[in-house]
């Protein structure tokens, strides 16, 4: 559509965007057609929240609060400023709501929850919280709006469904309970592929998407938003119930208001456009016209000199009439002022580039950005900027881009007759084309695409967002593919680029698409000999290609890489083939080794575990001769072709080898991101072989963040060829699936010469795909107790699914203190399934070891419809459980104030002294690389376990905050290197370390005393190497009290014997108790010799020698534990009745 003037342009665009955001909250169609036939004759619960909220507004304002004035305000259910899960009713101000995001915060005319557009930002306090004025409007109209006809055709689905829901409910199908459902002419599962009219619930629809599902006033498919993201599992199938009330219903919605109406709507710029407000296009509707017109003249000096082009002085003299109109509202800063048209910020919650009006002091025109446009709507440079934020603005995105749609195509038609011609992004003249259609449906009939091509063009539409993203406007909206083909003038290579679709030619075919397997195929759509719409994204597009290849490529020989089992096998080899040269086998010297379970030669015709030169391999063949890092057989290139005549066979020493091995191997499995950067080094090693780098050529790489050379000392991210590493080390060079640093076997020892340095790339490849490898991932290390807890809820929900609640089978249960559904919004205790929780959210919902509430990620976002509500149950637990856990444990910082850490109070033997000591070094390295948890911290070296993961207990650097100085462990070294018991251990898990077992081994060795013997043996004298004795699980005050006493007499007879000085403990032995020192006690075996507080026999470590040997004290102790035992079971039932008096309370 071409429109003369700026006027008549600025008339049509108002009506184009009319009552846009009372449509958006039914996600209805935003055509114009649709708009005019909206009718007012009914209205819905929303429409009066929202009128309340503007009259709220209006109040506020003459109470000096200049903020509300002139705002458009909108009634939501949501959060607050740095709370967005503290949700009640408020009216916010429409600067403090994000309209292309939506969430839960409407409602329908029967007063239920629903999604629409409008989600509270979380920034800003533009909001009047009006709860209770708000909740008592919605029961008081809600039962008369409900019973009435619903106010548009869509509502009435809407309805019908929610009928539906009820009924399935009733029949036992739970996923439909206490859910919200919506009418959508969509797909279903994998077998319903046929856009049909279904019921949804809630979570079967991404509302994030548009699609042609819903229903205008008069039955016709329109856009809206909420549709299904590839299948659906959460449905009803309801064709023709629904199709029978549209036929029904859609007489009684069908009207076009009168013609005189319309022109009486059109009759003046200043009417139609009287309810813009300072932050939207949109306006609300009802809002009163004013009673008489207020005319103001604006001088020609408000229209900017010297427009960067035609077609942005089009856009600077719209934003001219805007500001009329806004000066006519009331709002006097644009009232005679210069105003420019810009594509950037808004105020500072609003950080999205967008089309807005802006006054001249909100712009610094000292600087420069491409917020401009030239004729042939290309963005480009322009004096005038935001610089940081802007509040005089007004925000007209929709109007200025139906203006840049409407007029390019004229203005690029000028300057293409102009002599000073420029070359235009596309052919001058041609037309905006609507939205395509997804690369699902290619433009040309035959070609079916690979599951690695749909990938890629998928990828591909990702790229597309973000460059629009960037303010780059020819790629918003446009549909995009994947093609291995050539680009503008400049760019004559092929190259695997991310094309607009007007920019192939789906009549030519080109070898520019990949099968599952990354080959290049012939497909239709190719560049007719330049392109000038594409993003240049190579590699981008082959490290997706390498990385994915494996998941797609139907033969798996075809995408073997080696396992780090595989690696650390063939490292094996290559010693082993070193060695046999040294003996003089020359067969074996200067050449490269593999490891394969295949034949050997004539007389060695069962597979069995060898080593083989390269020659010996035939690598055009595929065969079941390697290992996945659980020692299972698995297929891979190169394999012997009949008999191989130069091998080692080492069967057993192999065998051997991969079972003591595996454990450590399988249990470290490379995460997905880990997976792609090999294969990004791959294609790198690649490039840097046909560069003539010859070292590279056919290596196989793997990714590390270490060090390089002598001069790479810093550990930076790079890609190794498998000989530079050593994988029988463990270092932190290995990233999980959302790009933390984890230990992972094969990892430089001192120095590497073979390597590419390529931190800045891997970088940004990273940061380009984490999202994608790190969704399923919750970033968040919860308390013992809490973990306690969601075990809990794990057990319940495998009870509801033995029940037949399938919605609770085979899901992951998070325990959480939150609301329910729309009846259950008192937070309490409850079992919530992963999607009925928000994980980019954050709310005081979880529970310290102490059982105070503390924030974690993951809270529920207005309503939850999965879940078991087991508050009674879960408080007895926490009740139970809160002591054992609590005890031991400071509380968090949430809870308590800080305590002070108890340092080790014993002298560390030298071997211990060199391990910490090696531990600060490893800190430093690791602070000077990036890791700022480890600068200026205290570092202990301890034998005990890291993550959750890290469940093997290893030589590991952990941070001061990492241990826990109230409980002691067997972590620690004499001066033999044998362990042995310190303060300071692992509670739980950690997740502050580095795992350095062996440089920590090769510092025992270096460190340990020469007068150990061959066994090792344990340090004597003084305080070195004091063994601590662990507190007994499950004793009271009587061991308690018995264990000081031993320590009491020990201490005494410590004076004048010196072997004396070391913890002791009481045991008992037959029926007498004894005191023996803890240093003499097998504390690697346990035997019954400690009590209770009633006096019944517990196990606990440390068992006394045979006939009571070493013991002291006896008649002392076994008196005092006959006295006490009476008393300290009494005091212990009490306690017990104490803790079940309070729980029934």
């Known amino acids: 559509m071409k429109v003369p003037s700026a006027i008549g342009l600025l008339a049509w665009a108002t009506i184009q965007a009319s009552e846009a955001v009372r449509l958006d909250r039914s996600f209805l169609s935003l055509s114009a057609d649709a708009v005019l036939a909206e009718t007012t004759s009914r209205q819905s619960l929303q429409d009066a929240l929202d009128e309340f909220c503007q009259s709220e507004a209006q109040d506020a304002c003459k109470k000096g609060l200049k903020r509300y004035c002139g705002a458009n305000v909108y009634a939501r259910y949501d959060g607050r400023k740095n709370n967005l899960n503290s949700k009640e009713w408020r009216c916010y101000a429409e600067e403090a709501l994000n309209f292309e995001t939506a969430r839960a915060g409407c409602v329908d005319t029967c007063g239920r929850k629903k999604m629409c557009l409008g989600a509270y930002a979380g920034t800003t ?181 010297a427009s960067s082009s035609n077609l942005q002085h089009l856009l600077d003299q719209m934003c001219v009439e805007e500001a009329k109109t806004a000066c006519g509202q009331g709002l006097k800063d644009y009232c005679n002022a210069s105003i420019y048209a810009r594509y950037d910020l808004g105020t500072a919650g609003q950080t999205a580039k967008e089309w807005r009006c802006y006054l001249q002091q909100s712009l610094d025109f000292s600087m420069s950005g491409n917020g401009c446009v030239d004729d042939c709507a290309n963005p480009m440079s322009c004096s005038g900027a935001v610089n940081g934020s802007s509040v005089k603005h007004l925000t007209r995105n929709d109007k200025l881009k139906n203006a840049i749609e409407a007029n390019k195509e004229e203005f690029c038609k000028q300057t293409a007759e102009e002599p000073a011609e420029q070359p235009a992004e596309e052919p001058a003249g041609q037309p905006a084309e609507e939205p395509a259609e997804q690369p699902a449906e290619q433009p040309a009939g035959e070609f079916e695409p690979s599951k690695l091509q749909n990938f890629l063009d998928n990828l591909c539409i990702q790229e597309g967002q973000r460059a629009c993203s960037e303010g780059k406007t020819p790629y918003c909206d446009a549909t995009f593919f994947a093609r291995y083909d050539l680009g503008n003038n400049e760019q004559r290579t092929k190259d695997w680029r991310c094309y607009v679709k007007e920019s192939l030619d789906f009549n030519r075919t080109g070898d520019g698409c990949a099968d599952g397997c990354g080959n290049m195929v012939s497909c239709p759509g190719a560049v007719d000999n330049v392109s000038y719409k594409h993003i240049s994204v190579g590699n981008i597009i082959q490290s997706a290609i390498n990385a994915f290849t494996d998941a797609f490529c139907e033969s798996p020989a075809e995408a073997h890489r080696p396992s780090r089992l595989q690696a650390f096998l063939d490292q094996y080899c290559a010693e082993e083939g070193e060695r046999a040269c040294a003996e003089g086998k020359t067969a074996y010297c200067n050449v490269t080794f593999f490891a394969r379970h295949d034949v050997g030669n004539n007389n060695q015709q069962q597979r069995e575990w060898r080593c083989y030169i390269r020659d010996s391999l035939d690598f055009t063949l595929a065969g079941e001769g390697c290992t996945d890092n659980c020692a299972n057989l698995l297929t891979c290139r190169g394999a012997v072709k009949s008999v191989s005549y130069k091998h080692l066979s080492l069967n057993d020493k192999m065998k051997a080898l991969i079972e003591e091995n595996k454990a450590d191997f399988c249990l470290e499995q490379e995460s997905k991101l880990e997976v792609f950067l090999d294969r ?217 104030r800080e305590e002070t850490t108890t340092q080790p109070s014993t002298q560390p033997s030298k071997v211990q002294s060199a391990l910490d000591q090696f531990c600060a070094k490893e800190a430093k390295a690791a602070c000077s690389s990036g890791l700022k948890a480890y600068c200026n911290a205290n570092i202990f070296a301890r034998h005990d376990v890291g993550t959750k993961d890290q469940k093997k207990k290893e030589w590991r650097c952990y941070v001061e905050d990492s241990l826990d100085f109230s409980i002691s462990g067997e972590g620690c070294a004499d001066a033999c290197g044998n362990s042995t018991s310190c303060l300071g251990a692992v509670n739980g898990s950690s997740t502050v370390h580095l795992t350095r077992d062996d440089g920590a081994r090769k ?130 039932k009490e306690q017990e009745q104490k803790k079940v008096h309070v729980h029934q309370h």
């Open 680 to 896: 990004f080094c791959d294609e790198e090693g690649k490039n840097a072989c046909s560069e003539g780098k010859t070292p590279y050529c056919g290596a196989t790489f793997f990714a590390r963040h270490d060090v390089g050379n002598n001069d790479q000392q810093r550990r930076e991210w790079r890609c190794y060829i498998q000989e530079s590493l050593d994988f029988k080390l463990s270092g932190d060079g290995c990233p999980d699936d959302c790009a933390n640093l984890r230990s992972c076997r094969g990892a430089v020892d001192g120095v590497s010469y073979k390597h590419l340095s390529l931190n800045d790339k891997m970088k940004s490849a990273i940061n380009a795909f984490t999202d994608e490898f790190c969704e399923d991932r919750v970033p968040y290390q919860p308390s013992n107790l809490q973990s306690f807890l969601d075990q809990f809820c794990v057990e319940e929900g495998k009870a509801a699914c033995a029940q037949g609640k399938t919605p609770y089978c085979n899901v992951t249960f998070f325990a959480r203190h939150d609301v329910g559904n729309n009846n259950q919004q008192t937070r309490e205790w409850r079992c919530y399934i992963r999607d009925s929780l928000d994980f980019s959210l954050t709310g005081d919902g979880c529970t310290d070891n102490c059982a105070n509430l503390v924030s974690c990620p993951g809270a529920v976002n207005g309503a939850s419809f999965k879940h078991l509500s087991l508050r009674d149950k879960m408080n007895a637990t926490i009740e139970a459980n809160k002591d054992e856990f609590c005890r031991g444990s400071s509380e968090t910082s949430e809870a308590s």
């Open 125 to 305: 306090e533009t909001y009047l919280s009006r709860h209770s004025q708000l909740q008592k409007k919605v029961d008081s109209l809600k039962g008369e709006l409900c019973s009435a006809p619903a106010p548009t055709l869509q509502e009435a689905l809407d309805r019908k469904c929610m009928k539906e829901g009820e009924e399935a409910c009733k029949q036992g199908l739970w996923a439909y309970c206490d859910v919200a459902l919506y009418a959508r002419h969509d797909v279903g599962n994998t077998s319903q592929t046929e856009r049909e009219w279904r019921c949804y619930a809630q979570d079967a629809l991404d509302f994030a998407l548009s699609g042609d599902g819903c229903v205008d006033d008069c039955g016709k498919i329109t856009a809206c938003r909420g549709a299904v993201n590839g299948t659906s599992t959460t449905h009803l199938s309801r064709g023709t119930a629904l199709m029978s009330v549209i036929a029904a219903d859609k007489g009684l919605y069908c009207s076009t208001p009168e013609e005189p109406e319309r022109e009486e709507s059109t009759d003046s710029e200043d009417s139609m456009e009287s309810e813009d407000s300072m932050e939207s296009e949109d306006s609300v509707e009802g809002e009163e016209a004013p009673e008489e017109e207020v005319t103001v003249d604006v001088p020609e000096t408000s229209t900017p000199p």
């Open 1003 to 1132: 510092v025992i060795a270096q460190n340990k005393s020469e007068e150990c013997g061959q066994h090792g043996g344990q340090e004597s004298g003084g305080n070195n190497g004091l063994k601590v004795p662990e507190r007994v699980p499950g004793s009271g005050h009587l061991q308690d009290v018995l264990d000081s006493e031993c320590m009491v007499i020990a201490a005494k007879m410590c004076v004048t014997d010196e072997s004396m000085c070391q913890y002791a403990v009481a045991r008992k032995d037959g029926s007498s108790w004894k005191c023996y020192l803890y240093g003499a006690l097998d504390d690697s075996q346990s035997s019954d010799a400690c009590a209770d507080d009633c006096g019944n026999a517990l196990t606990c470590p440390g068992v006394p020698p045979a006939g009571g040997a070493s013991s002291f004290g006896g008649s002392t102790i076994d008196e005092l534990a006959k006295e006490l035992t009476g008393a300290t079971c009494k005091l212990s």
